[in-house]
């Protein structure tokens, strides 16, 4: 007997999780930003109740507030009684269910698989996979038994009109920050160097949002009850965002009262769960110096390599946020090669860039306290201290020294610096395979 098989094609659907489409997203350093909704809704004129429901998991439950054209807020609801159990869908499998969607649209037809994040329902031959995030109920069985899935925000408005009403939702949310990076890469003379400048857009939440207008926030505001003190989690992934082949797209900087505000001049999407790359400034050269540290403390001993510290002056009309700042140096090849990471702080426009890249193995400190005498009101100490350069260039060396109480400084081989009543330093011009020494004495005096 022959066997007939009927092969029925299987058509796969996969429903996007939830969106905010069109947000003006204001992103703070600590974890945070205040999302401007736009939203509508279609209402009678007079009492109405309207719902929103594409809300991130980590929003500030007591910050939403509806604005309105044309209408009036009354009363405003936030409802966190929603069903979260997995097992129970699982129990549910092979049965038939009800999916309501966020955009409104209705899923009816055999469970066939819940797996991670997604619900796999089997309609007419057709397999539609459905994205937990972006159910609003489940219904099983009778009407009776529906069961919201998802937060929403509901309101009791007034209307002066029937048809559509417009406004902003507008509300704070965990779960998205910023900071900035920097990039180096050093020419072959090793004194200037291409500085790329970028912002780290994450999100964190579960709400992906599209064609958003961007916003940067620099600066540290206080918040009560320690609100935004969450940082965000290491993200899943990155990638830089994706503009139009002939468009720069760039951040303009504002002042925003005592803060700097930074808007870029075309829309982004973030992705929920993901971190989204942007240049914060255009592409620039910069003349960068190279200064050589070697830092103690009184009757310290110490022999070391020297921290070597770049800097450079900031000659944008732009501040730069503080952010991570690595250090690329070209070889003789012409390869570029990591060399060194520091955390650059705020630096206003026209004020001095400094990042610490390591330190030099050719060029050595050592410190000595050749004499230390102390008696009953007073104490003296006399300092050696030895650098050496071994490289094949000239170096600038500035070797500081804290010294705490009253003191004065008696016999010193080299001028010095008082910085301040703790501190003085030495600024030596080191010839190439050459070496240097600085003695000084101080000298306490107490009642």
């Given at each position: 007997?022959?066997?007939?098989?009927?092969?029925?094609?299987?058509?796969?659907?996969?429903?996007?999780?939830?969106?905010?489409?069109?947000?003006?997203?204001?992103?703070?350093?600590?974890?945070?930003?205040?999302?401007?909704?736009?939203?509508?809704?279609?209402?009678?004129?007079?009492?109405?109740?309207?719902?929103?429901?594409?809300?991130?998991?980590?929003?500030?439950?007591?910050?939403?507030?509806?604005?309105?054209?044309?209408?009036?807020?009354?009363?405003?609801?936030?409802?966190?009684?929603?069903?979260?159990?997995?097992?129970?869908?699982?129990?549910?499998?092979?049965?038939?269910?009800?999916?309501?969607?966020?955009?409104?649209?209705?899923?009816?037809?055999?469970?066939?698989?819940?797996?991670?994040?997604?619900?796999?329902?089997?309609?007419?031959?057709?397999?539609?996979?459905?994205?937990?995030?972006?159910?609003?109920?489940?219904?099983?069985g009778s009407k009776e038994k529906t069961y919201p899935v998802k937060?929403?925000?509901?309101?009791?408005?007034?209307?002066?009109?029937?048809?559509?009403?417009?406004?902003?939702?507008?509300?704070?949310?965990?779960?998205?920050?910023?900071?900035?990076?920097?990039?180096?890469?050093?020419?072959?003379?090793?004194?200037?160097?291409?500085?790329?400048?970028?912002?780290?857009?994450?999100?964190?939440?579960?709400?992906?949002?599209?064609?958003?207008?961007?916003?940067?926030?620099?600066?540290?505001?206080?918040?009560?009850?320690?609100?935004?003190?969450?940082?965000?989690?290491?993200?899943?992934?990155?990638?830089?965002?994706?503009?139009?082949?002939?468009?720069?797209?760039?951040?303009?900087?504002?002042?925003?009262?005592?803060?700097?505000?930074?808007?870029?001049?075309?829309?982004?999407?973030?992705?929920?769960?993901?971190?989204?790359?942007?240049?914060?400034?255009?592409?620039?050269?910069?003349?960068?110096?190279?200064?050589?540290?070697?830092?103690?403390?009184?009757?310290?001993?110490?022999?070391?390599?020297?921290?070597?510290?770049?800097?450079?002056?900031?000659?944008?009309?732009?501040?730069?946020?503080?952010?991570?700042?690595?250090?690329?140096?070209?070889?003789?090849?012409?390869?570029?090669?990591?060399?060194?990471?520091?955390?650059?702080?705020?630096?206003?426009?026209?004020?001095?860039?400094?990042?610490?890249?390591?330190?030099?193995?050719?060029?050595?400190?050592?410190?000595?306290?050749?004499?230390?005498?102390?008696?009953?009101?007073?104490?003296?100490?006399?300092?050696?201290?030895?650098?050496?350069?071994?490289?094949?260039?000239?170096?600038?060396?500035?070797?500081?020294?804290?010294?705490?109480?009253?003191?004065?400084?008696?016999?010193?081989?080299?001028?010095?610096?008082?910085?301040?009543?703790?501190?003085?330093?030495?600024?030596?011009?080191?010839?190439?395979?050459?070496?240097?020494?600085?003695?000084?004495?101080?000298?306490?005096?107490?009642?």
């Amino acid at each position: 007997m022959k066997k007939l098989f009927l092969l029925l094609p299987l058509i796969f659907n996969s429903q996007i999780s939830a969106q905010s489409q069109n947000a003006t997203i204001t992103l703070y350093r600590d974890g945070y930003g205040l999302v401007k909704q736009p939203v509508s809704f279609t209402v009678e004129k007079g009492r109405n109740e309207v719902n929103y429901s594409s809300l991130p998991n980590q929003m500030e439950v007591e910050s939403p507030f509806l604005s309105l054209n044309k209408a009036k807020m009354l009363f405003q609801r936030f409802n966190k009684d929603v069903f979260h159990s997995r097992s129970f869908l699982q129990e549910q499998l092979g049965y038939y269910i009800t999916v309501t969607t966020d955009d409104g649209e209705t899923f009816k037809g055999q469970l066939l698989a819940m797996e991670n994040n997604w619900l796999s329902i089997e309609q007419k031959k057709t397999i539609t996979m459905i994205n937990f995030d972006e159910i609003i109920s489940i219904q099983v069985g009778s009407k009776e038994k529906t069961y919201p899935v998802k937060e929403e925000m509901s309101w009791e408005i007034s209307s002066k009109v029937t048809g559509n009403v417009t406004g902003e939702l507008i509300y704070i949310t965990r779960g998205i920050e910023w900071d900035a990076s920097y990039r180096l890469i050093s020419s072959n003379d090793k004194s200037t160097g291409n500085l790329i400048s970028q912002a780290n857009i994450k999100n964190e939440t579960n709400l992906s949002f599209t064609h958003a207008s961007t916003q940067l926030l620099e600066g540290n505001l206080k918040r009560a009850k320690g609100g935004g003190q969450r940082r965000v989690k290491t993200q899943r992934g990155g990638y830089i965002a994706d503009m139009a082949a002939d468009v720069s797209p760039e951040f303009s900087a504002e002042e925003l009262g005592d803060y700097h505000l930074y808007t870029l001049s075309e829309k982004l999407t973030l992705p929920k769960n993901e971190m989204v790359t942007v240049s914060l400034y255009k592409d620039k050269e910069v003349k960068f110096t190279r200064l050589y540290k070697f830092e103690n403390n009184e009757r310290s001993k110490k022999k070391e390599p020297l921290v070597v510290e770049l800097s450079f002056t900031n000659d944008s009309e732009k501040p730069f946020p503080a952010g991570n700042f690595q250090i690329y140096h070209k070889n003789t090849r012409g390869n570029v090669e990591f060399a060194g990471e520091d955390m650059l702080k705020y630096v206003p426009k026209g004020e001095i860039a400094k990042v610490i890249a390591g330190r030099a193995s050719d060029v050595l400190g050592e410190r000595k306290v050749v004499n230390y005498e102390r008696k009953k009101k007073s104490e003296e100490a006399s300092i050696l201290l030895e650098v050496k350069n071994k490289r094949n260039k000239q170096v600038e060396v500035e070797l500081t020294e804290h010294i705490h109480g009253d003191w004065v400084i008696k016999e010193p081989s080299h001028n010095y610096k008082k910085v301040d009543a703790s501190t003085i330093t030495f600024n030596l011009t080191l010839k190439p395979n050459s070496t240097e020494t600085v003695t000084y004495t101080y000298r306490k005096e107490w009642q």
